[in-house]
T-cell receptor
Framework: DAKTTQPNSMESNEEEPVHLPCNHS???????IHWYRQLPSQGPEYVIHGLTSNVNNRMASLAIAEDRKSSTLILHRATLRDAAVYYCILRMNTNAGKSTFGDGTTLTVKP | DGGITQSPKYLFRKEGQNVTLSCEQNLNHDAMYWYRQDPGQGLRLIYYSQIVNDFQKGDIAEGYSVSREKKESFPLTVTSAQKNPTAFYLC?????????????FGQGTRLTVV
């Protein structure tokens, strides 16, 4: 199964943009790139997902490399509420059993 | 409100006992999932169901069992065969199997073996 690699931790200042990277060099053509975030003792929350093209929603933007071997989650203006563990995962298009969570990136936001 | 509900939030079990964790969703989703999370780690897939009356083993199914008799319900039983059951258990659902749509997660059940 395809794996993802993320930095263990990152820091950001409040109201500044944050770029969270994810490497997935063994991604297959049918894998969607998903991002979730999790607060302590809570279930993960969906952030964004995409296949090939860059995606924007009210929470964030997802930039996908042309070769799809890496992606970047962009938080345009970090707030204290964005402090969480961010997971980049690959989910096969039609197979529910093919998805893998890595250990994620712990984002700290400084006031 | 539509959503996915896990109960109980905290559960204590004596060694050697089976225990069942509840997961209910009113989102009319076809696919449901169970994950296990250990401290400081990511989620690992235990079982998943792509449609009612069907379920498949995930990466760490040993010592666990599930059923999917109703579309809205996907209970997980942690059996006495599970060697290290203390963990945070998360249930999720998606409208379709796979990655074309997002997954919604419950708030989790923290199981402690005493």
């Amino acid at each position: 199964d395809a794996k993802t690699t993320q930095p263990n931790s990152m820091e950001s200042n409040e109201e500044e943009p944050v770029h969270l990277p994810c490497n997935h060099s063994t991604i297959s053509g049918t894998d969607y790139i998903h991002w979730y975030r999790q607060l302590p003792s809570q279930g993960p929350e969906y952030v964004i997902h995409g296949l090939t093209s860059n995606v924007n929603n009210r929470m964030a933007s997802l930039a996908i490399a042309e070769d799809r071997k890496s992606s970047t989650l962009i938080l345009h203006r970090a707030t204290l509420r964005d402090a969480a563990v961010y997971y980049c995962i690959l989910r096969m298009n039609t197979n529910a059993g093919k998805s893998t969570f890595g250990d994620g990136t712990t984002l700290t936001v400084k006031p | 409100d539509g959503g996915i509900t896990q109960s109980p939030k905290y559960l204590f079990r004596k060694e050697g006992q089976n225990v069942t964790l509840s997961c209910e969703q009113n989102l009319n989703h076809d696919a449901m999932y169970w994950y296990r999370q250990d401290p400081g780690q990511g989620l690992r897939l235990i079982y998943y169901s792509q449609i009612v009356n069907d379920f498949q083993k995930g990466d760490i199914a040993e010592g666990y069992s599930v059923s999917r008799e109703k579309k809205e319900s996907f209970p997980l039983t942690v059996t006495s065969a599970q060697k290290n059951p203390t963990a945070f258990y998360l249930c999720a659902s998606s409208i379709r199997p796979g990655g074309t749509t997002e997954a919604f997660f419950g708030q989790g059940t923290r199981l402690t073996v005493v």
